[in-house]
C-alpha cells in the first residue's frame, strides 16, 4: 500500500456577491505546508492540489468558491493524476499509404496494431489499446493530452464511415480522415464509462459498510435497542468483493476492430 498525502484546494474566487478568499487561501496554504512537512517527514507521497489549482484558467471549478462541480471534479481528477507522476498519453492510429502502389504503412501510440488489410473500399484492422480512454468532460472534453486522433491516409475521394466492432462511430471525407479525425465515441469509452460507475457503486456499498446508518444503535451505546441489526453489516462485503472483480475486468482494455468504409454515392435528385 502506498500513502499520499492531499492538500487542500485554493479556495476559488468567483467575484462578487461572494467574499474575497484571500484571507482563507492564506490559512489554507498554512495547511498545504504542514502536510507537505508531515509527507516528507514520514515518507509518505504529497500531491499539492492548493497549487494547481490556483494555476488554473478558464471555467470555474466550483459553485460556491469551495464545493466542486461536475467538471470541477473530472479537471481536479486529472490534477491529482499529474501530482502522482502519471503523465498523460495521447492515442494515436496512422494508418494507410499509396492506394496505387499498394503500400501499408503503419504507426501507432499507446496501442498495438494487427490484422490490418487495404480494401478497395477502404481499410480494416485491429486496436489493441495499452490502457483505457480518459473520462470525457460534462461537455465532452479531453484531458490535456489524452486525445484519441485517428489518421487514415490514401483514402480516395469520398465519405468514409469509420466503425467499431460493427457499429458506426464517426463519418468523415478522405481529406479529413487523412488529417486526422479526434475520436470521443466507441466501446473504450463505453468500457470506461461502464467502468467509472461500477467504482462509484461499489464505492457507495463500502460507505454503507464504513459508516453505516445509525451506528450509535447499531454498535454504539445504544446498541441495546437495535444491536440486533448489526449482523447485516457484514452482508455489505459480498456485494463489495463482487464489485472490486468487476472492476479488475473492467480496467483491462480489449481489442476492438476498426473498418473505414466508404459510403454509396447518393444519385443526383431530378429537377
Known amino acids: ?84 507522476g502519471w503523465n498523460p498519453k495521447p492515442w494515436l492510429v496512422d494508418v494507410g499509404g499509396d492506394p496505387e502502389m499498394g503500400d ?23 486496436a489493441s489499446d495499452t490502457r483505457l480512454p480518459a473520462i470525457l468532460s460534462p461537455k465532452g472534453d479531453f484531458l490535456p493530452g489524452w486525445e484519441r486522433t485517428l489518421r487514415v491516409r490514401g483514402l480516395a475521394p469520398g465519405k468514409y464511415v469509420l466503425k467499431v466492432n460493427g457499429k458506426p462511430v464517426r463519418t468523415a471525407t478522405a481529406e479529413e480522415w487523412q488529417a486526422g479525425i ?46 440486533q441489526n448489526a449482523r447485516e453489516i457484514p452482508l455489505f462485503d459480498p456485494l463489495v468483493e463482487a464489485k472490486e472483480k468487476e472492476i479488475s475486468t473492467l480496467h483491462r482494455p480489449v481489442p476492438h476492430t476498426y473498418q473505414i468504409e466508404r459510403l454509396a454515392d447518393r444519385p443526383e435528385k431530378k429537377r
Open 104 to 126: 501499408i504503412r503503419v504507426g501507432g501510440k499507446a496501442v498495438e496494431l494487427d490484422r490490418i488489410e487495404k480494401r478497395e473500399s477502404g481499410m480494416r484492422f485491429r
Open 182 to 227: 479526434v475520436l470521443k465515441a466507441g466501446p473504450a469509452f463505453d468500457q470506461v464509462e461502464k467502468l467509472r460507475r461500477t467504482i462509484v457503486e461499489k464505492n457507495r456499498l463500502y460507505f454503507h459498510r464504513w459508516r453505516p446508518q445509525n451506528e450509535t444503535y447499531l454498535f454504539g451505546f445504544r446498541k441495546h435497542e437495535q444491536g
Open 1 to 84: 500500500a502506498r500513502v499520499v498525502l492531499i492538500s487542500p484546494l485554493q479556495h476559488e474566487d468567483l467575484g462578487p456577491p461572494l467574499p474575497d478568499p484571500a484571507k482563507q487561501n492564506r490559512n489554507l496554504q498554512l495547511y498545504t505546508d504542514a502536510i507537505e512537512k508531515v509527507a516528507e517527514k514520514r515518507g509518505c507521497g504529497f500531491v499539492d492540489l492548493f497549487r494547481r489549482t490556483g494555476e488554473l484558467r478558464g471555467d470555474p471549478l466550483t459553485d460556491n468558491g469551495m464545493h466542486l462541480t461536475a467538471y470541477g471534479y473530472w479537471k481536479t481528477a486529472g490534477l491529482f493524476e499529474q501530482g502522482l
